[in-house]
Each structure stands twice: as C-alpha cells, then as structure tokens.
C-alpha cells in the first residue's frame, strides 16, 4: 500500500509514520483518496468500512472504540480548494456541525461528535442499519415502487422537514434524493441522512457550481443560488416522481406523472404536479400542507364500496405519532410487598392507541400558543430552544387534562399505561426483565451523548430529548415509558383498588373520586430500579414537578375511520 501525505500530498512507504518530504505525520490514505480499514480517527473512532465517497469527502462505518457502538463518520476533503474558500468552508462546517448537534427528531440520526484531523474534517453520527431508496429503486429493475409506499415515506420526510422549517433558526434541507432516504432495518421507518453539511456549507460560496446540490432534483430557484422551504418541497416531488416511475428526472422539466406511468393516481398526479411549480409560490405553503394533501389519499380508497382505512382486524401499528395496543388480557402490578403496585393483577382492555413520545415542550407551546391558554403549572422554567424535543414538565395535572382535550385524546389510564409500558406478559421493564442503566434516563445513567443532551435542572442532570433512549422501547415501539419522567394518569390514587388479585376488571378507571392522581413510571431523579413499568405513585394533580409529564391515548371507536385518526 502506497501511504499519501495529507499536508503535501507525497507519497511514502508503507512502513512510513511520518512523512520523508514535509515530517508531517501520516494518516493512512488508499490510492483513492480514501482512509485505510482500522485507522483510528481521534482515538476513538475505527473505521471499518467505506459506504460511500466523492468530490468533497467520504462515508464511512465506524467503531466507536469507548462505548464499542457502530458509528458513521463523515469526512470533508478540502486540501484542493483555495485558501479562502477553505476558511469559509471550515467556519461552516464548525457553525452547521453545532446546529445539527442540537436537532432532535426521530427521523434524523443524532450528530455525536465533530472534529478535524490530519486537514480533513470529520463528524460523526448515529449508524443507520438499512437501505437508501436508490438502492430499493434500483432492485426493482427501473420499474419504480408502489405508490402507497411511495407516500407513506414521502409522509414521514414531510414530518422532518416540517421539524427542521419550523426550527429556530429555520433549516433547509437543500439536497433531498432517493439516496440520501434510508429505509431502517428495524422498523422499516425513514431515516433522513447524509444530512449535507459539505453541500449545505458549499451551497454559499462564491463558486458558482457549488449553488445546487443534485441538478436532477433541484427547484429552479436553486440555480439561481435561491433556497426557501419550497425548494425541498419541490425536491421530494420530484424524487417522488423518480422512484415511482424508475426515470431519472431532467432538471426543472418533469412530465405528467401519468404519462409516463398511466396506473398513478390522478390526484397524486394533481399533488406532484403543484409541488413541482416551477413558481415557488404555486407549490404547497408548507411541508405540513404537503403532508396533509398526501395523507388526504389514504381516506379515499375503497373496494367494492368498504373504505380500506376503517380501523377493523388489522389496524395501522403507528398512525400520527401514536402507536396501536392491541386488546386483551395483560398482566399489571407487582407483588413485591409493601409496594404501591402490590399486587401482580390481570385486567382486560379494549384496542386503544397511545402517544409514542411523552408530550414535548414544542407540542406543548403549540398548544398554548394555538389557544392562549395560560398553564397553572411553571413549565417554560426549562423552556429553551435546546429543549424543544424535551418532555414538557411543570405542568400540573389539569394542564395535561386540558392539553388531551384539545387534541381530542385522553390521559391514558393506570392500566393502559401500564400496558404499553410492559406488554401483555407483564415485563419488569419495558425492553425485558433486567435494569440496564442506559437505556433509560435515570441517575445511573452514564451514556456520554445522553447526558451531553441534558437540560440542566440539577446538579448538572435532568430531561433527555425524548427520542433518546431508542433501545429502551417497549415490545410494542412505546418511548421513554421507564425513566425521563414520570407521567400523570386520568386515575385518582386508591392503595386498595386492585386488592382483589382473582378479579379481573375489564377497563379498570379507578376510584371515583380521591386527593391525589396516580403518576407512572421512573424518571431522570429515580434509581434505575425504581423504573419499572409497574412503578406507581401519587401526586397532587394542582401542583408539577420538574420530572412529571404526561402523554395521551385515544380510543378506538367501532367503525370509525382510520383518516379520523390521522387527524388527530
């Protein structure tokens, strides 16, 4: 293997540390320009394999050596540019490196660490197991993908472009392309990545060439050296355009989905052919108008005159942010003596749907922006732009009462709580029988890059962002149900409710009437062993605390609409 200087570009020995002409030290580069396998990037991150390369840098998997987790790292080359656009690039990539390190969305790979060595720049991020949408495209032959699938991932980048429009400051995407929509392994849920930093930092330079980022998907503006929210939008059409036609789009001349593939929806026709204005102002205001235009598809289809989304056999597992409990038996307490929770109780519950997330401070501002409603709790204390995506807490019961009626929902039950938190079998804790100290937020948890993403409401700890923990998920998807906080249920607290072991309620509300409403679960102040999902206790529903927050479910109505729930 030839060795490459990275400060004069020479060439060494394989067996060469430092370099023979300039003394610099060497950083092992392959012939094309790419780091060697096992080089040990800040003395932290092995890389392991290349995923991908170009102009400006490369892809790599990695192994983060101090906590043995797979990692991205991404690297920007920019020893051939001038040294003026060097600095300029280099600024950017500091300012652009430190947004992203703030950015929470479940959508998005969390940005772990940044740094340069050897003249080139690195940031590392969250590893994706999956496959980008042009590689699924191109499995398929260039005949192009199902149109419901087409639109449920074009949904869910719609949410994250919603998320990063909406932030403060606003940020555009500026690159949006089948290859850059990972498709995860796991849940088969899209993940936005390669999130731009060189093209997003190299779309303002002076170069000219550098103002688009892929011609193919580019907005006219963009040629222009224009971007606005409308240009993403204009880009996801078009990439919407090529994976279900299989056609490489021409730069700002798409056709007619139709003419091209006669099988498509004429209102998805409709919906591209306006995001795909060549006037900004003729497309969609919003990505969530968008959103709300492609979801509206979904409620109109029927077979032989039975809509297909009536919530019936097989409802969706995820609609809107919540996710579907099934109905049935499920096992709840704990008979360990002289706990709340005593004793081990079986109960029955209907079908019923419950928030993935406990409700965050951006929902909750919305709310309160949207209604003017004025909260009886203290909860913008830790109320900051970094905390968008943190629980709301401070709130007092009858603050998150009111919240659920406006969104239409409910605060979930004791019992359905519980059983979105442990399962119908009952587990100990949400992800299995034993307390693993990080995958929740609790006092024993030491993950470097979660207590990094910390507000500070005590001694340095407090709330994580609440897509944090994706490890510490329940069986059915349901997050952050063991620690970060403890959450308000609608049930006044009774220590004698479910004395009655051999009884099983079916639906079980609790007491009528009492002093003090039941709280579930663990929080960032508890003992690890403290956050289990039978964990109960009671607080005074007039009053908040900097670890209670609460989340909503909604129940399913016989016949009703699946759109109704999208809705929600």
């Known amino acids: ?41 800040d003395r932290r991150y092995k890389i392991i394999r290349l995923i991908k390369s170009g102009g400006m840098g490369a892809v790599y998997e990695a192994i983060d050596e101090r906590f043995g987790d797979r ?47 050897h003249g080139r720049y690195y940031l590392v991020m969250d590893f994706v197991d999956g496959e980008d949408l042009e590689t699924v495209l191109e499995k398929t032959g260039g005949k192009g993908l199902d149109e419901k699938k087409v639109i449920k991932y074009s949904i869910e980048v719609l949410d994250v472009l919603s998320y990063l429009h909406n932030y403060t400051p606003p940020i555009l ?28 930092i190299s779309q303002e330079t002076p170069t000219p060439q550098t103002r688009v980022g892929t011609p193919n998907y580019a907005a006219p503006e963009q040629f222009k050296g224009q971007n606005e929210q409308r240009s993403d939008l204009y880009s996801l059409a078009a990439t919407m355009h090529h994976l279900i036609t299989g056609q490489i789009p021409v730069p700002c001349a798409l056709p007619p989905i139709r ?19 060549i006037e900004p102002n003729n497309r969609y205001a919003s990505a969530e108008k968008m959103k709300e235009a492609l979801r509206g598809l979904f409620s109109e289809e029927t077979v032989a ?25 499920c096992i709840l307490g704990s008979n360990e003596e002289n706990k709340m929770e005593y004793p081990e109780h079986r109960v029955y519950l209907d079908a019923y749907y419950i928030d993935k997330y406990p409700v965050t401070n951006r929902e909750y501002s919305e709310f309160t922006k949207a209604t003017g409603y004025r909260s009886k709790g203290n909860w913008r ?31 979930p039950t004791e019992a359905e709580w519980e059983k979105a938190a442990r399962g119908s079998e009952g587990h100990i804790y949400p992800w299995g029988k034993e307390d693993e100290k990080n995958k929740c937020n609790n006092q024993q948890m030491d993950s470097l890059d979660a207590v990094a993403s910390m507000i500070n409401m005590s001694d340095g700890r407090g709330t994580t962002p609440v897509d944090t923990f ?26 004698y409710y479910y004395t009655s072991p051999n009884i099983i309620r079916k639906n079980p509300s609790g007491p009528e009437e009492g002093e003090y409403k039941v709280i579930k679960g663990g929080s960032w102040k508890c003992d690890v062993t403290v956050c289990k999902g039978s964990s109960r206790d009671k607080y005074n529903p007039y009053n908040g605390a900097t670890d209670i927050g609460f989340r909503c479910v909604l129940h399913i109505k016989k016949g009703a609409l699946m759109n109704d729930y999208r809705k929600r």
């Open 173 to 200: 995407y500026r690159d949006l392309k089948p290859s850059n929509i990972m498709v995860r392994k796991t849940d088969g849920k899209v993940m936005l990545v390669d999130f731009g930093i060189a093209r997003a």
């Open 259 to 277: 003419n091209i593939k006669n099988n498509v929806s004429e209102k998805l026709e409709r919906i591209l052919l306006k995001a795909l204005s």
């Open 71 to 117: 990692c991205a790292v991404k690297e920007m080359c920019l020893q051939y540019f001038l040294p003026e656009e060097r600095k300029y690039l280099t600024d950017k990539f500091r300012q652009e490196a430190r947004i992203l390190r703030t950015l929470h969305h479940r959508s998005l790979p969390r940005v772990i660490d940044y740094f340069t060595e």
């Open 470 to 495: 994706l490890d510490g998920s329940s069986i059915y998807g349901v997050m952050d149900m063991a620690g970060n906080v403890k959450e308000f249920c609608s049930d006044w607290y009774s220590p």
């Open 381 to 411: 204390t830790y109320f900051t732009e970094n905390a968008m995506e943190h629980p709301v807490t401070g709130i007092t019961w009858f603050d998150a009462k009111i919240y659920a009626e406006w969104k239409g929902k409910l605060l």
């Open 1 to 41: 293997m030839v060795l490459f200087c990275n400060s004069c570009g020479s060439q060494n020995k394989e067996e060469a540390r430092f370099c023979s002409y300039c003394g610099n030290k060497l950083v092992i580069i392959t012939e094309g320009g790419t780091l060697a396998f096992h080089t040990l990037l």
């Open 305 to 329: 005159g039975v809509n297909r989304d009536r919530v019936c056999l097989a409802p969706e597992r995820e609609v809107n942010g919540m996710i579907f409990i099934p109905a049935g038996e």
